[in-house]
């Protein structure tokens, strides 16, 4: 139990990193736990979440959000402990998810965090994966924007990966023929043997727009497109008349200085195909509605997830620098603090 | 009036060009008016129109359509006067619009023609722009995809042609500050005085992208893209979050053997931006529906169109031509017979 004499650990921006982004970039601050506010509770970190876009809140330029200035602490989901709280309905002891930033103890408003159902026998991990962020995102793209019909071909790039192995999962229950896209043979085993997927291709291989084109011999008729680069250019090379593809990310590019320039769109035209960019947190009402959708099915073993857990707030930097570049395999967390259970 | 013993004059294919399309590329065939068989009637052409999508069907890969084939008759849509009906409905004398070729006289399905209403008091060769497939393009492009709201800023590109100029009054219509952009000074002229739009830039301007922008103080929220190239990147670096873009044409391509590289995607993630491909032909329901709206509009003045008449069948293959780079100024029209009033 902390108190307001205990120490807080934050990682904050020392520098705006030109590539991969590593420990060098960063900096621990320490100073005294907080008191909550009115309506504020204070939290213990028991999980961090790492994701992609936090490569883009690096950048000075922003297209939809605040960027990160160097001094400020590094943002992020986490899953915690309520340590003191001025919230009314919040209580020390109970566990919540949300927005916070990659500290030890976060400060926060009550009504910006989730409490926790530890009745639904999830683990807490879940929440900031499957039951989280990029859960809810594998929902919104798939629902709202693929919309795939039994029968129809469907692929799903970083297809081991938080998002996309949900995506996948998703489009396999409405009937689709789904095929991931992933970096190597383990990640492309575990897509196929574990999350059900048709096939896998591996985005390391030479050969990899004609496997692509093997694999889907009815061409594409749906893309969940989290890379960008080569693999988008061969999936968008196999798209069917009135294809849809659910702009999620392109994470080959967030090291880019510069962007490389992208496809010739005149196939959008011909094929009168949708090119659907979207962000989650533009939906809020979707993160209770795809939590109460997949709890059961986490419960149940029936949405199969992966997590690749980093021990110690001080390896999140390089984490972020690994998901980038495809290092981890599966959710990829920072383990802060002990599970209360 | 023609008969059975009367020649019909045709353009077919004669090899496919590699860049412009022109007479040389063409041939005039004579043959015989045949007669119609059980459901069909003959036409005399009064109307031919042509559009750039016709350039495609000269080329030997197809998204979706059928390509034309040296030695075919070149496709077009046309206006003209039945002289010979064995369909129940269409007699000698009515006046029809529909999906034919480029031919003195056409043979086709009854069921695939519209009669024309003469009380509705519009040109005939409004039946094959503002009233017909160009004009039912823009309408479907600005209701389905740019959907655009008051204050907004819109733009539209070929912003005096048949699709252009309709879009834009559509979107003036719907509140939308509008920003043409066309090809020189007469053009732009046309544009802001004539059809009402807020603002027209030169796309031949050495400054056009920095003078689109001091035209969208606010940004793009929504772009009817008929040409690609240099005017797409210059809009699409405008967008802002959550823009429509309807993707109609990109006519500055068209003759090209092998498309540029396009933009990189990553503003579509970013600025979570949809880009739809869409095709009329694929909405059969919308014609009849946008006719009905817009024939009042064009009887009372309040619906602007300009034509471009070329006089004489001969000259459909320099025409089409001039329209993909835009030596023709409004609706492209060849007029093969006369207006039987």
């Given amino acids: 139990m902390s108190g307001a004499n205990a120490t807080r650990r934050s990682v904050v921006l020392k520098s705006r990193p030109t590539g991969e982004p590593g420990a060098e970039h960063f900096a621990i601050r320490e100073d005294a736990v907080p008191s909550p506010g009115p309506g504020e509770v ?7 979440s790492i994701d992609p876009y936090m490569r883009g809140r690096l ?88 919309k795939p019909k039994a029968g129809e071909t469907v692929v799903v790039s970083a297809a081991s990966g938080a998002v996309g192995s949900v995506a996948g999962q998703i489009a396999k229950r409405a009937g689709a023929r789904v095929v991931g896209v992933a970096g190597g043979a383990d990640k492309c085993r575990f897509v196929t043997e574990a999350l059900g997927f048709d096939a896998c291709i591996d985005h390391r291989s030479a050969t990899m727009a004609a496997d692509l084109a093997a694999a889907c011999p009815n061409g594409v008729d749906a893309y969940f ?27 080959s590019q967030y090291n880019d200085a510069v962007f490389p320039p992208g496809p010739n769109l005149g196939f959008v035209v011909g094929k009168a195909v949708l090119i659907q960019g979207f962000i989650v947190s533009d939906r809020p009402a979707r993160f209770a509605e795809w939590r109460a959708m997949a709890a059961p ?34 959710k990829l967390l920072v383990r802060v603090g002990h599970d209360p259970g």
Same sequence: chains 1, 2.
């Fill in 42 to 48: 204070v939290t213990r970190t028991i999980f961090l």
């Fill in 225 to 251: 497109e989290n890379v960008g680069g080569a693999v988008q250019a061969a999936v968008f090379d196999l798209l069917n008349r009135h294809a849809r593809v659910a702009m999620c990310g392109m994470v």
């Fill in 297 to 330: 099915w986490v419960a149940d073993g029936s949405l199969v997830f992966r997590e690749d857990v980093v021990e110690g707030l001080e390896n999140a930097p390089a984490a972020l620098g690994g998901i980038l570049t495809g290092r981890n395999f599966g």
């Fill in 59 to 146: 950048r000075e330029q922003q297209t939809y959000a605040v960027a990160i200035q160097p001094g400020d602490v590094m943002i992020g989901e986490t899953v915690g402990e309520v340590i003191a709280s001025a919230c009314p309905g919040l209580s020390p002891g109970d566990v919540v998810a949300g927005p916070r930033g990659w500290q030890s103890h976060c400060l926060a408003p009550g009504a910006s965090l989730v409490k926790i159902d530890r009745a639904a026998r999830a683990p807490l991990s879940a929440y900031l994966g499957v039951l989280g962020m990029p859960g809810t995102t594998a929902y919104a793209g798939v629902t709202e924007v693929m």
